[in-house]
């Protein structure tokens, strides 16, 4: 990127933060409620998990931890294997290797990106414990046939719905149908706390169990008496305060990111060489990022061409089957993740986008396409 021309400058995304966080977040100061304890933390849990329709919620400071404590809680370790997409972010698959488990990668969907549940199946062996499913850039995994081959050979799932708040699959809300889920709250999620995370779970014993290995493992009713190994994995009441208020307006949030979607649909929707995520009829998604594909030749080129007006863009995640520590795996051929990952471009997707920077996104874009 060159030097910024701040006047000109479309970031990949900003959040949306208003007077209401800063309202909250004065009161965490005035109060001297900073840390772990306050209002906000137990709030924040209950609005989140009325807005997901789920039973308990548990807040953390990051969705990395929220994955750990969800392979911890259901008692993935050593000797087990978790399938999981290998075109993600990595923390998703960082979460398997942190309870000494084996990770088994699988194939994306071409149309939705997502893992592909014809490609689960395939991988299950009698070492599999678990299926992580990542709802990715904002679009739910078909989590019908998932669930059902879970059932069918006894396996956890595991939601990860980092990128997918509000995201709906069938009507319902993604991050309500495995056995523990998750989500991530960083400052470029559609709810974002700064850092932080959530793990969400309809069982009473799970959600004690991740309440106690987030706040050390300490026992209930007897302070300073930890009978188990824990973690500080808790969130702040600051960060907490933060995610009420967004939570508060999370359907204004979503509502701007459908507009947002709906511009770039119809500008880029016809453009020779442009291939959008395609919605499913089943689902509804959130656009966290709204993503495209290009031939792999010109994705960089254009990438530079975008920065150089100004455009800030993210590629796609590289397959995580192909990282060095992962290295016993990257000669397995996962060819539609690893054709989206050298194709796709990420564009500017924030809530604080005007109709006409995505406008003139989409004419730069249409620009460098066409002139070649």
Same mark, same amino acid.
């Given at each position: 990127?060159?030097?910024?021309?701040?006047? +000109?400058?479309?970031?990949?995304?900003?959040?949306?933060?208003?007077?209401?966080?800063?309202?909250?977040?004065?009161?965490?100061?005035?109060?001297?409620?900073?840390?772990?304890?306050?209002?906000?933390?137990?709030?924040?849990?209950?609005?989140?998990?009325?807005?997901?329709?789920?039973?308990?919620?548990?807040?953390? =400071?990051?969705?990395?931890?929220?994955?750990?404590?969800?392979?911890?809680?259901?008692?993935?370790?050593?000797?087990?294997?978790?399938?999981?997409?290998?075109?993600?972010?990595?923390?998703?698959?960082?979460?398997?290797?942190?309870?000494?488990?084996?990770?088994?990668?699988?194939?994306?969907?071409?149309?939705?990106?997502?893992?592909?549940?014809? +490609?689960?199946?395939?991988?299950?062996?009698?070492? !599999?414990?678990?299926?992580?499913?990542?709802?990715?850039?904002?679009?739910? =995994?078909?989590?019908?046939?998932?669930?059902?081959?879970?059932?069918?050979? $006894?396996?956890?799932?595991?939601?990860?719905?980092?990128?997918?708040?509000?995201?709906? &699959?069938?009507?319902?809300?993604?991050? #309500?149908?495995?056995?523990?889920?998750?989500? /991530?709250?960083?400052?470029?999620?559609?709810? !974002?706390?700064?850092?932080?995370?959530?793990?969400?779970? $309809? /069982?009473?014993?799970? /959600?004690?169990? =991740?309440?106690?290995? %987030?706040?050390?493992?300490?026992?209930?009713?007897?302070?300073?008496?930890?009978?188990?190994?824990?973690?500080?994995? +808790?969130?702040?009441?600051?960060?907490?305060?933060?995610?009420?208020?967004?939570?508060?307006?999370?359907?204004?949030?979503?509502?701007?990111?459908?507009?947002?979607?709906?511009? &770039?649909?119809?500008?880029?929707?016809?453009? $020779?060489?442009?291939?959008?995520?395609?919605?499913?009829?089943?689902? %509804?998604?959130?656009?966290?990022?709204?993503?495209?594909?290009?031939?792999?030749?010109? +994705?960089?080129?254009?990438?530079?061409?975008?920065?150089?007006?100004?455009?800030?863009?993210?590629?796609?995640?590289?397959?995580?089957?192909?990282?060095?520590?992962?290295?016993?795996?990257? #000669?397995?051929?996962?060819?539609?993740?690893?054709?989206?990952?050298?194709?796709?471009?990420?564009?500017?997707?924030?809530?604080?986008?005007?109709?006409?920077?995505?406008?003139?996104? =989409?004419?730069?874009?249409?620009?460098?396409? !066409?002139? %070649?």
């Amino acid at each position: 990127m060159p030097e910024i021309d701040r006047d +000109r400058f479309i970031p990949v995304y900003r959040p949306l933060i208003g007077a209401r966080e800063r309202r909250y977040v004065d009161e965490c100061l005035k109060t001297g409620w900073i840390s772990s304890r306050g209002r906000f933390v137990e709030e924040f849990e209950k609005s989140f998990a009325e807005f997901l329709g789920a039973n308990h919620t548990i807040a953390v =400071c990051n969705g990395t931890v929220a994955l750990h404590l969800a392979m911890l809680a259901l008692g993935i370790g050593r000797g087990d294997e978790v399938i999981v997409p290998t075109l993600t972010y990595v923390s998703s698959v960082n979460a398997v290797k942190y309870v000494d488990a084996t990770p088994v990668f699988a194939d994306s969907h071409p149309e939705y990106w997502g893992i592909d549940p014809a +490609r689960i199946e395939e991988n299950i062996t009698p070492k !599999t414990k678990a299926i992580v499913t990542v709802h990715l850039y904002g679009h739910p =995994c078909d989590m019908d046939p998932i669930m059902e081959i879970a059932k069918q050979h $006894d396996l956890f799932v595991i939601e990860d719905a980092a990128e997918a708040h509000g995201a709906e &699959y069938k009507g319902r809300r993604a991050g #309500n149908f495995g056995k523990v889920n998750t989500f /991530s709250f960083y400052g470029n999620k559609i709810i !974002t706390t700064g850092e932080g995370g959530m793990v969400v779970t $309809d /069982s009473d014993s799970l /959600s004690k169990l =991740c309440r106690r290995l %987030r706040g050390q493992g300490v026992v209930a009713e007897n302070t300073y008496w930890h009978d188990i190994l824990g973690y500080n994995y +808790r969130m702040s009441n600051v960060a907490a305060a933060i995610g009420l208020a967004q939570l508060e307006r999370v359907n204004e949030t979503l509502a701007r990111k459908r507009t947002i979607a709906e511009v &770039y649909i119809g500008e880029l929707g016809s453009v $020779d060489g442009v291939v959008l995520q395609a919605e499913a009829p089943w689902a %509804r998604n959130v656009y966290w990022m709204f993503s495209i594909l290009v031939s792999q030749k010109q +994705r960089e080129p254009l990438r530079l061409y975008l920065a150089q007006e100004m455009v800030e863009t993210r590629p796609f995640f590289s397959p995580v089957h192909m990282m060095p520590m992962y290295s016993e795996h990257e #000669n397995r051929n996962l060819p539609v993740a690893q054709d989206l990952a050298v194709r796709g471009i990420n564009l500017p997707s924030g809530p604080t986008l005007t109709d006409a920077e995505v406008r003139r996104v =989409c004419h730069l874009v249409r620009q460098y396409l !066409t002139r %070649r």
